[in-house]
């Protein structure tokens, strides 16, 4: 994850956070998507939600504190509809709309408070989306499956788009396995003097099941 944060200031902050910076200082997360379909009508839903959390020793005997903690959670909920153009045997492709509900949140905690520099803030905004999705079927077993989004045009954000690709093995009639890779990247329009420019991107594994 890298990027560019600023606060009401203007004042510009660029960061950059391996997978091993991440995982150092994760404290919780979820992700997932559902889909449900009939016929040729398609409801789908992603949801990412991550829990970071730091402490610090703060190097500034005249704040009266030894440390500080900082909290920052992510989530995004993206719910789409759409419709299967083309439904053959070996090839399958959708084309979706939906929207992106983004929830950014930072907490920022002296320890001990004794002057109360505490800080709390958050950021909410939703963008609309246009996308799709291929799934190639290479074996009675195996499936690529390839997606990609992209919205804003200056709603909630300037701009974002995602994309990802994965290939799929079914281990049982119900249960597959998939590994491969995503890349999210948003540009939230200047709020107030807020700014979020972020890419995120990695490797991702998971697990499928059907319900019927």
Same mark, same amino acid.
């Given at each position: 994850?890298?990027?560019?944060?600023?606060?009401?200031?203007?004042?510009?902050?660029?960061?950059?956070?391996?997978?091993?910076?991440?995982?150092?200082?994760?404290?919780? =997360?979820?992700? $997932?998507?559902?889909?449900?379909?009939?016929?040729? %009508?398609? /409801?789908? *839903? !992603?949801?990412?939600?991550?829990?970071?959390?730091?402490?610090?020793?703060?190097?500034?005997?005249?704040?009266?504190?030894?440390?500080?903690?900082?909290?920052?959670?992510?989530?995004?909920?993206?719910?789409?509809?759409?419709?299967?153009?083309?439904?053959?045997?070996?090839?399958?492709?959708?084309?979706?709309?939906?929207?992106?509900?983004?929830?950014?949140?930072?907490?920022?905690?002296?320890?001990?408070?004794?002057?109360?520099?505490?800080?709390?803030?958050?950021?909410?905004?939703?963008?609309?989306?246009?996308? =799709?999705?291929? $799934?190639?079927?290479?074996?009675?077993?195996?499936? %690529?499956? /390839?997606? *990609? !989004?992209?919205?804003?045009?200056?709603?909630?954000?300037?701009?974002?788009?995602?994309?990802?690709?994965?290939?799929?093995?079914?281990?049982?009639?119900?249960?597959?396995?998939?590994?491969?890779?995503?890349?999210?990247?948003?540009?939230?329009?200047?709020?107030?003097?807020?700014?979020?420019?972020?890419?995120?991107?990695?490797?991702?594994?998971?697990?499928?099941?059907?319900?019927?």
């Amino acid at each position: 994850m890298h990027g560019t944060a600023a606060g009401p200031n203007g004042r510009g902050l660029s960061f950059r956070a391996s997978p091993g910076d991440l995982l150092s200082n994760f404290r919780f =997360g979820l992700m $997932g998507a559902v889909e449900a379909s009939h016929k040729r %009508l398609i /409801v789908t *839903g !992603d949801m990412l939600w991550a829990r970071l959390e730091d402490d610090k020793a703060v190097p500034f005997p005249g704040l009266l504190a030894t440390s500080s903690t900082i909290k920052a959670t992510e989530f995004f909920l993206t719910p789409k509809i759409g419709l299967r153009a083309v439904n053959e045997e070996k090839i399958k492709i959708d084309a979706l709309a939906g929207i992106r509900y983004w929830h950014l949140g930072e907490n920022l905690t002296f320890n001990p408070s004794t002057l109360g520099l505490n800080f709390d803030g958050s950021q909410n905004f939703v963008d609309p989306l246009v996308g =799709g999705r291929i $799934g190639v079927f290479l074996s009675p077993k195996v499936v %690529l499956n /390839v997606l *990609g !989004d992209v919205g804003g045009w200056d709603t909630g954000s300037h701009l974002e788009y995602q994309w990802a690709g994965t290939l799929g093995y079914r281990v049982k009639a119900r249960w597959a396995l998939h590994a491969g890779y995503r890349y999210l990247y948003v540009d939230k329009k200047a709020d107030r003097g807020v700014v979020f420019n972020s890419t995120m991107a990695g490797v991702v594994f998971g697990l499928t099941m059907d319900l019927k």
